[in-house]
């Protein structure tokens, strides 16, 4: 009888234990982003999860969340979220941060980049440390940095080749500094949840928008509501998986390498395969319908001197420091 008793103390907590041990072994963290499941984004995130879990022999792995499901929505909370632990990981673009993290704006002024090279140069170097660390101090851990990419303009109403055919424009925009690049050119700008933008569009809500081809207009299906675009690159945004402090400062040393390294390789393939669909993408785009202008270098211009003003109020939010260091990094680049 006594035996037996102890047997059967000595069975529970084994299996106590054991349960325990395996909760401890298998951990499913959350990672939230703001686009949905067909996009890059997502296969960028999926991508992590796989090497996590792989790395980690199913130690660790993320349940990835669309559509700021976890954020109630908004796709400018996930950040604020993540800075104070609520949210594990995160995939969102520079924009999405701005509220929280000013700074970030500097990614996206108006026609600081001209091509890929001066954005890798930038993200690779210096300026990309530069903004980790800023990153940092509000609690959020950058992994790697991946690409949502050039924003290009659609609309409903008219081809766009130059400032004056964007006046009057209603224009659905992410966040607050396209609203004062959407006022230098004359247009009616609107802030909107993306998740609400393709409805708004398809009823008539808003005329247009602005988004990278391979990362968001592609896989949203944006052609279905939208007839004309032209790729006046105004704005360049890219997308990081971050994590929170909470989170990272409980791994030891050597998960947080299996983390970094699944993050960073996970971000390569995006930034990979974004690149390929904006590539193919603008013929892949006339063949569903939509009337696609690409403007000239001259045309270009027009763009730049016209969004000067927006660039100009958003440098001094950012800091004449940190816009410098981009730009140097930029001009050092061809
Ligand atoms: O909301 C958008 O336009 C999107 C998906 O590109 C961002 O998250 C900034």
């Not at 999926?46 to 700021?68: C, G, H, M, W, Y």
């Not at 704006?105 to 001209?114: C, E, I, N, R």
Request: proline residues 4%; aromatic residues 8%.
């Amino acid at each position: 009888m006594k035996i037996s008793k102890l047997g059967a103390i000595a069975l529970s907590s084994a299996v106590a234990c054991f349960a325990l041990f395996s909760q401890a072994q298998a951990e499913t963290l959350r990672l939230s982003h703001n686009t949905g499941d067909t996009t890059t984004w997502h296969k960028g995130a999926e991508k992590f999860n796989e090497l996590l879990t792989a790395a980690t022999d199913e130690a660790l792995s993320v349940r990835i969340f669309p559509n700021a499901t976890l954020s109630g929505g908004d796709q400018m909370k996930q950040a604020e979220m993540v800075s104070r632990g609520a949210l594990d990981f995160v995939v969102t673009s520079a924009i999405n941060v701005t509220p929280l993290v000013p700074e970030m704006a500097v990614f996206s002024l108006p026609y600081l980049y001209s091509n890929y090279e001066q954005v890798d140069a930038t993200t690779g170097g210096e300026p990309g440390k530069q903004m980790s660390d800023i990153l940092a101090a509000h609690d959020i851990v950058v992994l790697a940095w991946g690409e949502n990419g050039f924003r290009e303009v659609t609309n409903n109403v008219h081809p766009i080749k130059t400032p004056a055919d964007m006046e009057g424009l209603k224009m659905r925009v992410a966040g607050p500094m396209y609203i004062d690049v959407m006022n230098a050119l004359g247009a009616n700008p609107q802030q909107m949840q993306w998740t609400e933008t393709f409805t708004a569009l398809q009823q008539g809500v808003v005329d247009g928008q602005e988004n990278p081809i391979g990362a968001v207009i592609i896989p949203q299906r944006v052609y279905e509501v939208q007839k004309y675009l032209t790729s006046w690159h105004y704005s360049y945004d890219p997308i990081f998986i971050g994590v929170s402090k909470k989170r990272w400062d409980s791994f030891d040393d050597a998960t947080k390498e299996k983390v970094r390294e699944a993050a960073v390789e996970a971000m390569v393939y995006q930034k990979e395969i974004t690149r390929k669909s904006t590539e193919e993408g603008i013929a892949f785009l006339r063949e569903k319908g939509m009337e696609v202008y690409e403007p000239s270098a001259d045309e270009l211009q027009a763009f730049r001197d016209a969004t000067q003003p927006a660039f100009d109020t958003w440098a001094a939010k950012v800091g004449a420091d940190l816009v410098k260091s981009f730009q140097e990094t930029v001009a050092a680049t061809n």
